[in-house]
């Protein structure tokens, strides 16, 4: 298992990999300026997965049309038409598109590797209707296998370089109450009620962001979930069309506990930081306010089938909304492009009304 120095090395190997490249990679991803970090590692689910879930056997796919239709390189892997969130931060950070773990090798891991898989939760158990998924705890194992790789076939290079640069963006819990404690056929609901359900997840992701700290990492970006209830498969379960408050209260002491985990974190992890992304918040405003960003359909998918276009989420070759910008979400479970764009650079630029202590930008710089 790779430990805590051999981490720094690797960080170290990363900036080492951005110097020799010609003609400094770093610099043509920024239009010309230095990178902001030298890697950004990606931790998650179908909201920031790039296509992990490919070669899987796994119902959790978006590597067919109309997903990506908006994408440069066309299907991917990505839940969108085209750029999710972390797409348009990695390049507001001024690295390239962060490669999928599945098909990054050797020199494609030099501003670091995305480990999200569609389905997959905090709990291993989550997301098995849909078979195959990588689960937060293997995307870990996964992570450390990198490491493994790195280090082994380099070297441990004793280098000065610090992890300051590195960046670990993690998003996970969505999938632990769509794909676990909502669905029929999970006991977890009679199990617990929803506070002791947010303890039970909280308290394991605590432990699972504090064995990244122990392999190395140092700076944090925690993305929040943002209100579920109104999410068109949601809106599809009722006939009045309005969002769910009782899926929306379920899930928000997830998030007050996941502040308070992070503020416990900061006390007990010497020299870790985090940006806490409140996606609450962002759909919130972006709900209330849709027509001031350009938006005009707030609750149905461009793309799926039955009420709000949400009962089944979009089929291969299934004709899309021709005028995608103009609506929030894609599928039944996913934004569009153009929101993801829109809370990409509110994570990066935002002030603390949506992302706190520090936003993204702030956080690279430290």
């Known amino acids: 298992m790779a ?25 043509d991803a920024n239009g010309g300026g230095r990178a902001l970090v030298a ?25 067919y049309l109309p997903y990506g239709i908006d994408f440069r390189a066309g299907p991917t892997g990505r839940f969108s038409n085209g750029y999710t969130m972390v797409d348009t931060i990695a ?33 291993d158990i989550t997301g098995r209707n849909f078979v195959t998924r990588i689960p937060f705890n293997q995307q870990i194992k996964n992570f450390e296998n990198t490491l493994d790789q790195l280090t082994g076939r380099l070297g441990a290079l004793e280098m000065a370089q610090e992890l300051s640069r590195c960046i670990f963006f993690v ?20 199990q617990y009620n929803g506070q002791q359900y947010a303890d039970l997840l909280v308290q ?10 122990n392999l190395g990492a140092r700076k944090f970006v925690i993305a929040g979930l943002g ?4 999410i068109p498969s949601i809106l599809a379960q009722s006939t009045n069309g309005v969002c769910s408050e009782e899926v929306n ?19 007990n992890l010497p020299g870790v930081q985090f940006s806490y992304i409140d996606i609450h918040n962002m759909f919130q405003d972006l ?28 089929l291969p070759m299934q004709t899309p909304c021709p005028n995608r910008n103009r609506y929030i979400f894609w599928d039944a479970f996913h934004p569009t492009e153009a929101v993801n764009i829109l809370f990409g650079r509110k994570a990066f630029n935002g002030g603390t009304d949506v992302v706190y202590p520090v936003n993204i930008g702030q956080l690279a710089r430290l």
């Not at 890697?39 to 590597?63: E, H, Q, R, T, Y």
């Not at 794909?179 to 006991?187: A, F, S």
């Open 3 to 27: 430990d805590h120095n051999s981490f720094f090395n690797f960080c170290s190997l990363l900036v080492l990999f951005l110097s020799l490249t010609a003609n400094n990679a770093d610099e």
């Open 287 to 314: 709900l209330a306010n849709a027509r001031s960003y350009g938006f005009s359909v707030v609750n149905r998918g461009c793309c799926g089938i039955g009420r709000n276009r949400g009962q089944i989420t979009c």
């Open 227 to 230: 209100l579920m209830g109104c």
């Open 171 to 190: 998003g996970m819990g969505s999938n632990d109450y769509l794909n676990n404690y909502l669905m029929p056929n999970y006991n977890t609901k009679n």
């Open 204 to 213: 394991q992701y605590s432990q699972q962001l504090t064995r990244l700290y």
């Open 39 to 63: 890697a950004m590692f990606v931790f998650g689910d179908s909201l920031i997965d790039n296509g992990n879930n490919n070669d899987l056997p796994s119902l959790a796919k978006a590597n």
């Open 249 to 267: 209260q379920l899930v928000a002491p997830f998030n007050t506990n996941t502040k308070v985990m992070i503020n416990n974190l900061i006390r």
């Open 91 to 123: 390049e507001l950070l001024g690295l390239p598109l962060i490669p999928p773990y599945s098909e990054a090798s050797g020199n494609q891991m030099r501003f670091g590797v995305n480990y999200a898989s569609a389905a997959s939760g905090i709990l």
